[in-house]
């Protein structure tokens, strides 16, 4: 659906149904983009895939936006949907504090989104709750703080990890991590090894 | 009771008596699972994946697959480079198929400036996409049946992917890594006489695939170890969000280049293969068939080129000629402003998706107004479809592994970034 008019009808369409979730909804540069609540997560996607008349059945992308300088809410969580019924692609955007950093998982109504959301926990520290295996998936488990969060520096170095027992049960994690820590100074990163080890 | 109490139980006749109980089938077997390290440097994983299989016997009865060996930071460099410095980058993710990682790109940040390229542009990316996406699957379909004993056919295969890999040098100057796209434009035309050559590529490399055909296609060793194998529905497609080859040999009928076409595809005659199981052998089948479109495609697009510029007339987009450079000062004012500024899109955000080699390639980024992307994140199909490989691999024998991962065409670059 490339017509303009059509995707706003397609969006007056959505408003009707799910007004009551949506906080805010545009058409810009032919996609259509929404905003609902953090509490509204999973009830509004399991409408959208569910409703006849909109049919959301691919989940496409899940990511997050790291808005530093945008006060206590520093996150947005930016999900891609597609409906193949209706050939329309949504965007649909959430906001997430910095002191809260969890949002409800949709890993239960879609399955392929398991694996996107392990990588928005990975890299931005995001945690989605009610995912039943959220582990580390681009980075190691060892990994210290949250690499594509705008705090994190590009140039940062981490010190080489332990020689791992060949276990299996070694790769599954301990989600118990620190939170973010600012990595500096070279003593900072061995404090951190230490910690890790 | 458990069985300890069962053996020894006190049935009051004095001493202890041992219950009988008949044998049972798997009292003497050794029933305890095994766990077994594949990766991730195993020469049949094409990328460096690492898949840790628990078997029965031979049956895989739980697996856990591990990527991100080759992860290095895409995302977090693209927002330190400006929009056309991406472009090297953009190579390196799926490095069999790399135009159309350029071609993405492009179309990405040109959507964000809302800019049209000429038409001669867009013909040229869609012949140069097509010759990727053959080269992609030629190099996906010779590796899976080296690996299952078709030795002769992986070098026919990749004999042909040479010949085409030698006409993507002549025109981009690299074989693998290539950087040829550019915001606004391409780096170059086409050499002359380039269709002529292109025409008789294929030729020789259709013949190449008729040969391969006869070796696999009705080869009674390859069907056995091909059918019914990893097998995943139309729904699991779709829940799993399965794009590309791999979708659509599921019988999932989704193409970008037909739901949404961009760069001129809707002027193109060429059909979707669909598979009807979503087995190996239909995800073989598909990539097969989709070579066959592509050459399809490639002959239309050369048989219609328009003449024209390749690049769009913008000063802010793409850099002026050199002679402009060295003979007017409003030419060379631009030819720095671009070199040391880079383009500057106004602030928002986009996402476009084109048809890669291994499904929907798509790039969402957002423009702060500055020469560098705020944020980029890269929709690597390879990295989706690895998320399937633990509901695949569950049932199946140890050997069908390596047929598995094959098929899925996990390219290292894309999935890890």
Same mark, same amino acid.
């Given at each position: 659906? =490339?017509?303009?008019?059509?995707?706003?009808?397609?969006?007056?369409?959505?408003?009707?149904?799910?007004?009551?979730?949506?906080?805010?909804?545009?058409?810009?540069?032919?996609?259509?983009?929404?905003?609902?609540?953090?509490?509204?997560?999973?009830?509004? +996607?399991?409408?959208?895939?569910?409703?006849?008349?909109?049919?959301?059945?691919?989940?496409?992308?899940?990511?997050?936006?790291?808005?530093?300088?945008?006060?206590?809410?520093?996150?947005?969580?930016?999900?891609?949907?597609?409906?193949?019924?209706?050939? =329309?692609?949504?965007?649909?955007?959430?906001?997430?504090?910095?002191?809260?950093?969890?949002?409800?998982?949709?890993?239960?109504?879609?399955?392929?989104?398991?694996?996107?959301?392990?990588?928005?926990?990975?890299?931005?520290?995001?945690? +989605?709750?009610?995912?039943?295996?959220?582990?580390?998936?681009?980075?190691?488990?060892?990994?210290?703080?949250?690499?594509?969060?705008?705090?994190?520096?590009?140039?940062?170095?981490?010190?080489?990890?332990?020689?791992?027992?060949?276990?299996?049960?070694?790769?599954?994690?301990?989600?118990?991590?620190?939170?973010? *820590?600012?990595?500096?100074?070279?003593?900072?990163?061995?404090?951190?090894?230490?910690?890790?080890? | 009771?458990?069985?300890?109490?069962?053996?020894?139980?006190?049935?009051?006749?004095?001493?202890?008596? /041992?219950?009988?109980?008949?044998?049972?089938?798997?009292?003497?077997?050794?029933?305890?699972?095994?766990?077994?390290?594949?990766?991730?440097?195993?020469?049949?994983?094409?990328?460096?994946?690492?898949?840790?299989?628990?078997?029965?016997?031979?049956?895989?009865?739980?697996? $856990?697959?591990?990527?991100?060996?080759?992860?290095?930071?895409?995302?977090?460099?693209?927002? =330190?480079?400006?929009?056309?410095? *991406?472009?090297?980058?953009?190579?390196?993710?799926?490095?069999?198929?790399?135009?159309?990682?350029?071609?993405?790109?492009?179309?990405?940040?040109?959507?964000?400036?809302?800019?049209?390229?000429?038409?001669?542009?867009?013909?040229?990316?869609?012949?140069?996409?097509?010759?990727?996406?053959?080269?992609?699957?030629? /190099?996906?379909?010779?590796?899976?049946?080296?690996?299952?004993?078709?030795?002769?056919?992986?070098?026919?295969?990749?004999?042909?992917?040479?010949?085409?890999?030698?006409?993507?040098?002549?025109?981009? #100057?690299?074989?693998? =890594?290539?950087?040829?796209?550019?915001?606004?434009?391409?780096?170059?035309?086409?050499? $002359?006489?380039?269709?002529?050559?292109?025409?008789?590529?294929?030729?020789?490399?259709?013949?190449?695939?008729?040969?391969?055909?006869?070796?696999?296609?009705?080869?009674?060793?390859?069907?056995?170890?091909?059918?019914?194998?990893?097998?995943?529905?139309?729904?699991?497609?779709?829940?799993?969000?399965?794009?590309?080859?791999?979708?659509?040999?599921? #019988?999932?009928?989704?193409?970008?280049?037909?739901? +949404?076409?961009?760069?001129?595809?809707?002027? +193109?005659?060429?059909?979707?293969?669909?598979?009807?199981?979503?087995?190996?052998?239909?995800?073989?089948?598909?990539?097969?068939?989709?070579?066959?479109?592509?050459?399809?495609?490639?002959?239309?697009?050369?048989?219609?080129?328009? $003449?024209?510029?390749?690049?769009?007339?913008?000063?802010?987009?793409?850099?002026?000629?050199?002679?402009?450079?060295?003979?007017?000062?409003?030419?060379?004012?631009?030819?720095?402003?671009?070199?040391?500024?880079?383009?500057?899109?106004?602030?928002?955000?986009?996402?476009?998706?084109?048809?890669? #080699?291994?499904?929907?390639?798509?790039?969402?980024?957002?423009?702060?107004? /500055?020469?560098?992307?705020?944020?980029?994140?890269?929709?690597?199909?390879?990295?989706?479809?690895?998320?399937?490989?633990?509901?695949?691999?569950?049932?199946?024998?140890?050997?069908? *592994?390596?047929?598995?991962?094959?098929?899925?065409?996990?390219?290292?670059?894309?999935?890890?970034?």
């Amino acid at each position: 659906m =490339t017509n303009v008019s059509e995707q706003n009808a397609f969006l007056e369409l959505i408003n009707s149904k799910l007004g009551h979730y949506i906080v805010a909804s545009s058409v810009d540069k032919g996609d259509l983009a929404l905003r609902i609540n953090r509490e509204s997560v999973l009830d509004f +996607f399991n409408l959208l895939k569910l409703d006849s008349q909109l049919q959301f059945n691919l989940f496409l992308s899940v990511t997050v936006v790291d808005w530093m300088d945008a006060g206590e809410e520093r996150f947005e969580v930016v999900y891609h949907l597609l409906s193949t019924q209706s050939k =329309t692609r949504l965007r649909v955007k959430v906001w997430v504090p910095e002191q809260d950093c969890k949002i409800a998982s949709v890993s239960k109504v879609w399955a392929g989104a398991g694996f996107m959301e392990r990588e928005a926990w990975d890299m931005y520290g995001v945690v +989605f709750e009610g995912h039943d295996d959220l582990r580390r998936i681009l980075m190691y488990d060892e990994f210290v703080g949250y690499p594509l969060r705008k705090d994190y520096p590009v140039q940062a170095k981490q010190p080489r990890i332990q020689l791992r027992a060949p276990e299996v049960s070694n790769t599954a994690l301990n989600m118990k991590r620190d939170n973010l *820590v600012k990595i500096t100074k070279k003593s900072h990163l061995e404090e951190n090894s230490r910690k890790v080890a | 009771m458990s069985k300890k109490n069962l053996l020894n139980v006190d049935y009051g006749v004095g001493g202890v008596t /041992t219950h009988m109980r008949p044998r049972e089938l798997g009292d003497d077997l050794h029933s305890e699972t095994m766990i077994v390290n594949l990766g991730p440097a195993h020469p049949a994983t094409h990328g460096t994946a690492r898949i840790v299989a628990e078997l029965s016997g031979e049956k895989i009865v739980d697996a $856990d697959v591990e990527v991100g060996y080759l992860h290095r930071g895409f995302e977090k460099m693209c927002e =330190t480079v400006d929009y056309n410095q *991406v472009m090297p980058y953009a190579d390196r993710l799926n490095y069999v198929s790399p135009i159309i990682n350029n071609v993405g790109w492009c179309l990405t940040i040109e959507k964000l400036l809302e800019v049209e390229v000429p038409k001669r542009c867009q013909y040229i990316r869609v012949i140069m996409s097509e010759i990727s996406r053959i080269t992609d699957h030629l /190099t996906c379909l010779g590796a899976s049946a080296m690996e299952l004993g078709a030795f002769t056919v992986m070098l026919y295969m990749i004999q042909a992917r040479e010949l085409l890999w030698e006409l993507i040098e002549e025109v981009t #100057g690299a074989r693998l =890594t290539i950087s040829y796209g550019r915001v606004g434009g391409l780096k170059a035309d086409l050499p $002359d006489g380039f269709g002529p050559k292109l025409l008789k590529a294929f030729d020789e490399t259709k013949k190449f695939l008729d040969d391969c055909d006869r070796l696999l296609t009705r080869n009674r060793i390859f069907i056995e170890r091909m059918c019914d194998v990893g097998v995943v529905t139309r729904d699991e497609a779709i829940s799993y969000s399965l794009t590309g080859p791999v979708g659509r040999a599921s #019988g999932f009928n989704y193409d970008v280049r037909k739901a +949404f076409p961009y760069s001129s595809y809707e002027d +193109f005659d060429f059909e979707v293969p669909l598979g009807t199981k979503g087995d190996n052998y239909d995800r073989f089948l598909v990539r097969y068939n989709e070579i066959f479109e592509s050459i399809k495609i490639c002959e239309q697009a050369l048989a219609k080129l328009p $003449d024209g510029p390749i690049a769009i007339d913008d000063p802010h987009i793409v850099l002026v000629p050199k002679d402009e450079v060295y003979n007017s000062i409003d030419g060379m004012i631009n030819h720095f402003e671009m070199v040391m500024y880079g383009i500057k899109p106004p602030k928002g955000d986009v996402y476009m998706p084109v048809e890669g #080699g291994t499904g929907e390639l798509g790039f969402y980024v957002i423009s702060d107004g /500055t020469g560098n992307p705020y944020k980029v994140h890269v929709r690597a199909p390879s990295f989706i479809h690895m998320g399937v490989m633990k509901k695949m691999l569950v049932g199946q024998s140890m050997a069908d *592994v390596v047929p598995i991962f094959g098929m899925i065409n996990m390219i290292g670059g894309e999935c890890d970034r």
